[in-house]
């Protein structure tokens, strides 16, 4: 019977990692940009060590490569920074360590220094690799190709936009991505701040829009009363254990 309970608790013990990604996705249900993984797994090992000769445990499995889906819904929104990335196209920024990684979440802003970021906090990054900044005061607008322009509100007349920059735009059609503790996008088996390949694809934005996150609610909702099923169901299974042991030691303690 200890066996059933050893087991039980391992799957409790292994299902933790599961259930951290479902929570993950589901409070980024509708946060920009945002790209689900694939799930975690479950597989069988043989249990090392004194005495657990004979038992197998449960092991998880978590394979945390970014789904690049195609075809998600997007939101109008009328900002000139906002901007949702076509086909697989990633936007290269700079994570909090100040290396490369990519996202293809789009809600700009300029910040109190005039650095152009993601809303989360992520310094864009231009073509040349360095750091976008949009002049004090200037008014800035983004075309489909990635352009910067900006143009100074106050100038009498009609003003001239100026080029600020071009985002720095990388194909990832055919590449592993994998996430990176910042919640960044990078190359599977690769270290942070490795660059994607430059592709000769045209890569393009959508201004003033931005892309949804590929989370389906239901979906997730699913898997987590699955899961909480299963956690249930492991924890009646360590309760009966239990309770065989007593009746068998109340049969032994009678006879």
């Not at 920009?32 to 445990?57: C, D, L, N, W, Y």
């Not at 990054?125 to 607008?141: D, E, L, N, V, Y």
């Amino acid at each position: 019977m200890d066996r059933l309970a050893f087991n039980a608790s391992a799957a409790i013990a292994e299902s933790r990692t599961a259930q951290h990604m479902i929570n993950n996705e589901l409070a980024n249900v509708s946060t920009p940009g945002f790209k689900r993984s694939f799930e975690s797994a479950m597989q069988s090992v043989t249990a090392v060590g004194s005495g657990f000769a004979s038992r197998i445990q449960p092991k998880s499995l978590n394979v945390d490569t970014v789904i690049m889906t195609a075809g998600i819904a997007l939101i109008a929104t009328g900002n000139d920074l906002d901007i949702a990335m076509n086909d697989k196209a990633v936007m290269g920024v700079s994570g909090p360590d100040g290396t490369l990684g990519f996202t293809r979440r789009g809600d700009l802003r300029v910040s109190a220094k005039g650095i152009l970021e993601t809303g989360n906090g992520h310094a864009v990054r231009g073509q040349s690799g360095s750091t976008i900044t949009i002049p004090p005061g200037f008014k800035a607008t983004i075309n489909t190709d990635g352009s910067i322009f900006a143009e100074n509100p106050s100038t009498v007349g009609v003003a001239k936009p100026v080029l600020i920059d071009r985002i720095l735009l990388r194909d990832a059609d055919g590449i592993k991505l994998s996430r990176r503790t910042d919640g960044l996008f990078a190359i599977e088996g690769q270290p942070n701040g490795t660059d994607l390949p430059e592709s000769k694809a045209f890569l393009s934005v959508n201004p003033k829009c931005l892309e949804g996150s590929n989370v389906n609610a239901l979906s997730v909702m699913v898997r987590l009363m699955d899961l909480s099923r299963s956690f249930e169901m492991n924890v009646n299974v360590i309760k009966q254990s239990k309770d065989s042991d007593e009746s068998g030691a109340t049969m032994m303690r009678n006879s």
